[in-house]
């Protein structure tokens, strides 16, 4: 079984930045494709950055270029960075494992942008 936690949620005001962290209970690197979803108050979850096992990234179009999906140099982290942000990026951020079409979930972190 895998376990994920996130961390680095808060409040911050429009504009500010935060880096939202993912550790795993196992090495992901070469081996998970991991991703970041969110879900606001009232909405659907929704996906925020990919990042394959072979380190191919992509975003939602309402991120990009202000989003940034890594992976650190211990092999069961996962980042995101999130730069710009809009009072609409304010959401529960979940961090996501999937291997053999298995995904494991974290339990979320809060990201509260005010205006």
């Known amino acids: 079984q895998v376990q994920l936690v996130e961390s680095g949620g808060g409040l911050v005001q429009a504009g500010g930045s935060l880096r939202l962290s993912c550790a795993a209970s196992?090495?992901?690197?070469?081996?998970?494709?991991m991703g970041w979803y969110r879900q606001a108050p009232g909405k659907q979850r929704e996906l925020v950055a990919t990042?394959?096992?072979?380190?191919?990234?992509d975003y939602a179009d309402s991120v990009k270029g202000r989003f940034t999906i890594s992976r650190g140099n211990a092999k069961n982290t996962v980042y995101l960075q999130m730069d710009s942000l809009k009072p609409e990026d304010t959401a529960v951020y979940y961090c996501?494992?999937?291997?053999?079409?298995?995904?494991?979930w974290g339990k979320g972190t809060l990201v509260t942008v005010s205006s």
């Open positions: 996501k494992g999937s291997r053999w079409n298995i995904d494991y």
């Open positions: 196992v090495t992901i690197f070469n081996i998970y494709d």
């Open positions: 990042i394959t096992s072979g380190g191919t990234t």
